[in-house]
């Protein structure tokens, strides 16, 4: 279940980032809120991923220091 959802994250933050670029490259009024939603989205995608791993690590209680030997 992880890696299938790690793939999806690199997916979408893949299209994010052809997305930027070809919102850069177009020159249209309503490309550029377009441009900072994609820009806003790289990062912040990122970030919720990263979150949500920590808060299942802590809510499975899946903690390596613990089980040294």
Not at 14 to 37: C, N, Q
Not at 46 to 69: A, C, S
């Amino acid at each position: 279940m992880k890696r299938v959802l790690a793939i999806i994250g690199v997916i979408l933050i893949l299209a994010l980032y052809v997305l930027t670029f070809i919102f850069s490259i177009i020159d249209d009024p309503k490309t550029m809120s377009f441009f900072r939603a994609s820009v806003a989205m790289t990062i912040l995608i990122p970030v919720m991923i990263y979150g949500y791993q920590l808060v299942y690590r802590v809510l499975k209680g899946n903690d390596t220091k613990g089980e040294e030997k």
